[in-house]
């Protein structure tokens, strides 16, 4: 079992940076990709950015050049360096990572932490 823990959410005016954070506890060993997503109010959920056991990062296009993903997987660590935030911006922000089980990959999930940007 891995479960993950965020932190680092916050209210920032539009320009201005957060970090969030992210812990996985349990079988750390098996996290294959670490990322995060995010959801804002009356929208689905969408990719921000993920990082690979091997460090291959990929962001969705409306972060490129604001937002870094880093962290190490095999201790179960990820990062999101947000940088000239915008209102569009806000939403919950979810860790995710991608599991090796015995019958195969699965998804996990944390619980959230929220992000507010004002204009």
């Known amino acids: 079992q891995v479960q993950l823990v965020e932190s680092g959410g916050g209210l920032v005016q539009a320009g201005g940076s957060l970090r969030l954070s992210c812990a996985a506890s349990?079988?750390?060993?098996?996290?294959?990709?670490m990322g995060w997503y995010r959801q804002a109010p009356g929208k689905q959920r969408e990719l921000v950015a993920v990082?690979?056991?091997?460090?291959?990062?990929t962001y969705a296009d409306f972060v490129k050049g604001r937002f870094t993903i880093s962290g190490d997987n095999a201790k179960g660590t990820v990062y999101l360096q947000m940088n000239s935030l915008k209102p569009d911006d806000t939403g919950a922000y979810y860790c995710?990572?991608?599991?090796?089980?015995?019958?195969?990959?699965?998804?996990?999930w944390g619980q959230g932490t929220l992000v507010t940007v004002s204009p």
């Open positions: 995710n990572a991608v599991v090796t089980g015995t019958f195969g990959n699965f998804e996990v």
């Open positions: 990082i690979t056991s091997g460090g291959l990062t």
């Open positions: 349990g079988i750390i060993r098996s996290i294959n990709t």
